[in-house]
T-cell receptor, first 114, second 111 residues
Framework: DAGITQSPRHKVTETGTPVTLRCHQT?????MYWYRQDPGHGLRLIHY???????DKGEVSDGYSVSRSKTEDFLLTLESATSSQTSVYFC?????????????FGPGTRLTVL | TQLLEQSPQFLSIQEGENLTVYCNSSSVFSSLQWYRQEPGEGPVLLVTVVTGGEVKKLKRLTFQFGDARKDSSLHITAAQPGDTGLYLC???????????FGKGTLLTVNP
């Protein structure tokens, strides 16, 4: 299994508070991704990174920001959490020997915004 | 925008039955992956297919990529309760490092 950890695994927060989720990899993969998974919508890409300090928006980026200061860490920040951001968040990595197309996922973070 | 439609959305069968799930698009993909996700966990990669018409087997699971690289199927022979989970297909485009995911097929295999 790819070495990907996410923290925290569960979080409950209140509307309007800032939240940061962390993804850490030990695989030295170039690409990192943040997805959210919701019933009826499947996996949707929030932001992705193609290198240190190189990031770009996905299809549902409003209300989210990201940072990647080191190869191994990719942070997702909700500046002011809203109830619509209650979801399960997955980090993924790619870019190993199998190429960029195969993504490997972390265990997920369940976020509840009250 | 590339879209992947998976069918059926839900499938409940008895142990020992065979089943096929489908992943269809009007777009051409350079590669297609299948993942399985169990409750409370992240998706796990099962297979990648890249050539039109390609068939790959993984024990009782058979994956096929359509000749035109617009569709794929997953066939499970003699399903087991351990096959229960959400099956996701994902297509890679020209850039390859971004994937388009289908919404998944939720399979339940009853003992």
């Amino acid at each position: 299994d790819a070495g990907i950890t996410q923290s925290p695994r569960h979080k409950v927060t209140e509307t309007g508070t800032p939240v940061t989720l962390r993804c850490h990899q030990t695989e030295n993969h170039r690409y990192m991704y943040w997805y959210r998974q919701d019933p009826g919508h499947g996996l949707r890409l929030i932001h992705y990174s193609y290198g240190v300090k190189d990031t770009d928006k996905g299809e549902v980026s409003d209300g989210y920001s990201v940072s990647r200061s080191k190869t191994e860490d990719f942070l997702l920040t909700l500046e002011s959490a809203t109830s619509s951001q209650t979801s399960v968040y997955f980090c993924a990595i790619s870019g190993g020997t199998s190429g960029a197309r195969e993504q490997f996922f972390g265990p997920g973070t369940r976020l509840t915004v009250l | 925008t590339q879209l992947l439609e998976q069918s059926p959305q839900f499938l409940s069968i008895q142990e020992g039955e065979n089943l096929t799930v489908y992943c269809n698009s009007s777009s051409v993909f350079s590669s297609l992956q299948w993942y399985r996700q169990e409750p409370g966990e992240g998706p796990v990669l099962l297979v990648t297919v890249v050539t039109g018409g390609e068939v790959k087997k993984l024990k009782r699971l058979t994956f096929q990529f359509g000749d035109a690289r617009k569709d794929s199927s997953l066939h499970i022979t003699a399903a087991q309760p351990g096959d229960t989970g959400l099956y996701l297909c994902a297509g890679g485009g020209g850039s390859n490092y971004k994937l388009t995911f289908g919404k998944g097929t939720l399979l339940t295999v009853n003992p």
